[in-house]
């Protein structure tokens, strides 16, 4: 039995579900909200228990990068989004030690997976806008001010204690608990699993205001040895302050309003006590959970892992193990998949976890550096670095950042698949046939695909494995190198308009494309291989012997 002391709450948003869910979610930030939302989207019955009586108020994440916005793209809440909640940024700029632009990363000019690589957001809207995602399906339900107060698992699922805001309690079975409870997860806490990595001594005073003069798109770090500090423009005058803390100033004063005046002065006018929403003092964490699965539970976001700010991607990377993980689970729930592939969760997001670790850790390193000499040398080797074209693309198209590539898990790699299995394919503009252009994840729909590049005939007639139709998965006719696309009886033809996919497809011509519902790669085969090609994706995924569909030859 695990347990922990909860405060009693408020059930928010109507009576308690009448059946147990599937999912229990403990969490309701945008970790848990969007594994709540992609699940729904798959039909299964989820349960969220939070703490909170609502969505957070105070500001806390600023911004999403491009894989998140795919991932909402994939949620469906593009919509949503767009209606002034997440605002289409451009990237980051870095001053040196003498206020001069070191380097502008605003990614390529063609954004790789569809949208730009860092978009200004407000926690606050932000939440209550996958809350109001969550209204499409009825089959799932936020309880606010709740919380689990012990629970136990066994072979068949996890049952736990629930209080609700009156303090009465009841019994919740679920197949699976989610544990997306933050830095402080009672779930992480409660099975006795240690975080490791480094908690810096260095504090920080983050500082958000409102009615801000700030109009950029871009963040700004300034490298400035004599008080290092970061500048990040929101919509509607709203702006979020980071200053590092220096030797001898006292951390229980520094939100004082003479000291955070003196903070912003060099960057805005004179500011008000009601135009500043929160300023608080934090210590900066990279930590990482010893395990992130105990038999149906698993920990995702900041339970899992926790960055410096650095590189912006906290919240990002919860919204990757959202993702990552809920496509699993529901293969598995619907029978399309063993319990042995919810292992590959853990062993395809903790490498990449633990490299934006590595780079948030060095990012504050190099750019929020006190040394006037290390300062120096940063901005002497930058500004001579970018004389050499290949040094200027590492930087401003962000070629430093941990690309969305798995080298191991659910993969199948050969020879002559030429790398391409494991990483996260682009996503252009396709057309189509009717003439329309449409993002491509549009086309590829919310589960499995398959990706016919350059198919020589229709090639999708010739399959014969009832594998495809299990999970679900849709199929495209790709061409590639500006070509017109073509239509076929069993598949939609698209073509690539942003000629994003050459360099990744270009050498499989001919052959099929086994997408994973994330977008990464499963892996490439031959027509003619198929048989032997989803034999071994059935093997991987933990399910039956293939099945040939009645009445084929």
Not at 311 to 320: D, F, I, K, P
Not at 356 to 383: C, H, Q, Y
Not at 436 to 455: E, K, R
Not at 537 to 545: H, K, M, N
Request: net charge neutral; hydrophobic share 40%; aromatic share 6%.
């Amino acid at each position: 039995m695990s347990s922990f002391d909860t405060a009693a709450g408020a059930i928010r948003g109507g009576e308690p579900m009448g059946s147990d869910p599937e999912v229990l979610i403990v969490g309701g930030g945008p970790t848990g909200l969007l594994a709540a939302n992609l699940l729904g989207q798959s039909g299964i019955k989820v349960l969220v228990v939070e703490r909170r009586p609502g969505a957070v108020e105070e500001p806390r994440a600023v911004s999403l990068d491009d894989e998140a916005m795919r991932s909402l793209q994939g949620a469906g809440l593009l919509e949503l989004a767009s209606r002034g909640v997440v605002l289409p940024g451009t990237g980051t700029k870095y001053f040196g030690a003498r206020g001069q632009l070191l380097a502008y990363a605003r990614g390529p000019a063609t954004p790789p997976f569809g949208h730009p690589v860092k978009n200004p957001i407000d926690q606050p809207e932000f939440e209550r806008m996958l809350l109001e995602g969550l209204q499409r399906y009825p089959g799932v339900r936020v309880e606010f001010s709740a919380a689990i107060l012990d629970f136990e698992q066994d072979a068949e699922g996890v049952s736990a204690r629930v209080r609700s805001s009156d303090g009465s309690t009841r019994q919740v079975r679920a197949r699976y608990l989610l544990g997306c409870d933050g830095g402080r997860s009672t779930v992480r806490h409660a099975q006795g699993i240690r975080m490791t990595g480094t908690t810096f001594a260095e504090p920080w005073i983050v500082v958000d205001c409102v009615d801000d003069p700030h109009d950029e798109r871009f963040a700004m770090h300034h490298g400035d040895p004599r008080r290092p500090s970061v500048v990040v423009p929101g919509r509607g005058g709203r702006c979020r302050y980071e200053f590092m803390l220096l030797p001898g100033e006292d951390p229980e004063t520094a939100s004082s309003l003479p000291f955070v005046r003196r903070l912003l002065a060099p960057h805005r006018g004179e500011v008000g006590p009601e135009q500043i929403v929160r300023s608080a003092v934090y210590t900066f964490h990279a930590l990482v959970a010893e395990r992130w699965r105990e038999g149906r539970t698993f920990l995702l976001g900041d339970a899992a892992h926790m960055m410096p700010p650095f590189a912006g991607q906290g919240l990002n990377s919860g919204m990757r193990d959202a993702t990552n993980l809920t496509w699993k689970l529901d293969a598995v729930l619907r029978g399309a998949a063993g319990d042995r592939l919810l292992d590959t969760y853990e062993a395809e997001r903790r490498p990449h976890a633990e490299a934006i670790i590595r780079l948030s850790t060095r990012l504050g390193g190099v750019m929020m550096t006190t040394s006037r000499a290390k300062a120096g040398l940063r901005d002497a080797s930058i500004a001579a670095g970018s004389m050499l074209p290949a040094v200027r693309r590492f930087l401003t198209e962000m070629r430093y950042k941990p690309a969305p590539r798995y080298e191991r898990g659910l993969i199948l790699r050969e020879p002559s698949g030429g790398g391409v299995a494991g990483r996260m394919l682009p996503q252009p503009r396709v057309l189509l046939a009717d003439g329309g252009q449409v993002p491509l994840d549009d086309v590829l729909g919310p589960s499995f695909s398959l990706l016919a590049v350059d198919p020589p005939r229709d090639v999708f007639g010739g399959l014969r494995s009832g594998l495809w139709d299990e999970l679900g998965a849709s199929r495209v006719e790709l061409k590639l190198g500006d070509r017109l696309p073509a239509s076929s009886p069993s598949a939609v033809g698209a073509a690539d308009a942003d000629g994003l996919l050459d360099p990744v497809l270009g050498d499989q011509r001919g052959r099929l494309v086994l997408l994973r519902p994330d977008r990464f790669v499963l892996g490439v085969f031959d027509p003619a291989d198929e048989e032997r090609f989803a034999a071994a994706v059935r093997d991987a995924l933990g399910g039956a012997r293939d099945r040939v569909p009645a009445g084929a030859a």
